[in-house]
């Protein structure tokens, strides 16, 4: 990253200042290099931010105005900065990911989301799911292991690794999955909920996690247009009688 290269080279010159052309003890060439160090480092990664953010707030404005092309595309003119910064390649390239999984364009979203940031739970998730999908059950889970151990405290990251387990035959070690969840999270009802439930042999239920649970597209749509029916009392009016 050239912010850890420029800033490495400066306090190397403060060193070799310090040092030899002040004559100063080898500690307090140290202490300065050190100071050099972290000064230049906080300074260009301010910078960075600055410009990241002057690109990243408008992108996201027009992404969520389904504005989508311009959004991606200012998105894209963003990764400019990886080379600058650490993660930030990761985290860009994770929210171009996201866009094109929500819109179902699963073929585009994967490369980008191949190369997210780790810490980032959604759009591992969905990487997952991806893999999954692609019958590549072992990459789907080194990719859920990686992001529970990132993200251990976000119940539907372990409701969806446990979701997928069962949905590729793995049910014993779905609940296995989901039994670490409810340890990490011991007052988690659907995590539990959901454990209970695949121990007797059913489908694990995952509406209780609303919207988010939507976003990794594995109900039917005609499931999703039948819950949102049922939230609604089936589309129909109830009347009191008097």
């Known amino acids: 990253m050239y912010n850890l290269l420029i800033s490495a080279a400066a306090a190397i010159v403060a060193l070799l200042v310090v040092t030899l052309a002040a004559h100063l003890p080898w500690w307090a060439g140290v202490l300065v290099a050190t ?3 972290l000064a230049c480092f ?3 990664a301010r910078i960075i931010t600055k410009k990241l953010e002057a690109i990243m707030e408008p992108a996201m404005k027009d992404i969520q105005a389904q504005r989508f092309e311009k959004g991606i595309r200012d998105l894209k003119s963003a990764l400019v900065y990886g080379k600058w910064q650490i993660y930030v390649e990761g985290q860009i390239n994770s929210a171009i990911g996201m866009v094109y999984f929500v819109r179902r364009e699963f073929q585009t979203a994967f490369p980008y989301l191949e190369k997210g940031f780790f810490k980032n739970w959604v759009t591992m998730g969905m990487l ?3 893999y999954m999908k692609r019958n590549k059950p072992d990459l789907m889970k080194q990719t859920f292991e990686k992001a529970v151990m990132a993200s251990p405290k976000e119940s539907l ?5 446990g979701y997928c ?9 779905a609940c296995e999955v989901l039994a670490k969840g409810v340890a990490k999270l011991p007052g988690d009802e659907n995590l539990k909920q959901n454990l209970e439930l695949l121990r007797e042999g059913k489908k694990m239920k995952m509406k209780g996690y609303g ?3 939507l976003q990794f597209h594995l109900e039917s749509l005609a499931t999703i247009q039948k819950q949102q029916m049922a939230a ?7 009347f009191v009688r008097k």
């Open 211 to 213: 919207e988010m649970w």
């Open 128 to 130: 997952a799911v991806t």
């Open 157 to 161: 990251l372990w409701a969806l690794y």
């Open 165 to 173: 387990l069962n949905e590729i035959g793995e049910t014993v070690k």
């Open 35 to 37: 100071v050099v160090f």
């Open 232 to 238: 609604m009392g089936g589309g129909r009016r109830r």
């Open 42 to 44: 906080l300074l260009i």
